[in-house]
Nanobody
Framework: QAQLVESGGGLVQAGASLTLSCAVS????????MGWLRQAPGKEREVVAA????????YYADSVKGRFIISRDNTKSTVYLQMNSLKPEDTAVYSC????????????????????WGQGTQVTVSS
């Protein structure tokens, strides 16, 4: 069975940086498009970043563009989310998600498109 396990969350002050990791097993990782999702209290789950097979294409939600960087290491079956200049509104449970994909350069912007996801890691940003 597929497993996606996030790590790296925590409590930080506004302006700080934090890097999340997601270790993937039980999947052909280099044929998966990967994404990072988040759900803040009282808000809908959203895709904040996504990346294609080899990192050739990336997507960022407007709210995080210029501050977050998604990357992947296919030799380690791991996807990362580097978060810089964190704001209180970034407070959420962050989870990684995978989608079996058949073309290079493809990523997914809709939560429901992903076929597997992890339990998530809490990121809390204080002001």
């Amino acid at each position: 069975q597929a497993q996606l396990v996030e790590s790296g969350g925590g409590l930080v002050q506004a302006g700080a940086s934090l890097t999340l990791s997601c270790a993937v097993s039980g999947r052909t990782f280099d044929r998966d498009s990967m994404g990072w999702l988040r759900q803040a209290p009282g808000k809908e789950r959203e895709v904040v970043a996504a990346v294609s097979w080899s990192g050739e294409n990336t997507y960022y939600a407007d709210s995080v563009k210029g501050r977050f960087i998604i990357s992947r290491d296919n030799t380690k079956s791991t996807v990362y989310l580097q978060m810089n200049s964190l704001k209180p509104e970034d407070t959420a449970v962050y989870s990684c998600a995978a989608k079996r994909t058949f073309y290079s350069g493809v990523y997914y912007l809709t939560v429901s498109q992903y076929d597997s996801w992890g339990q998530g890691t809490q990121v809390t940003v204080s002001s």
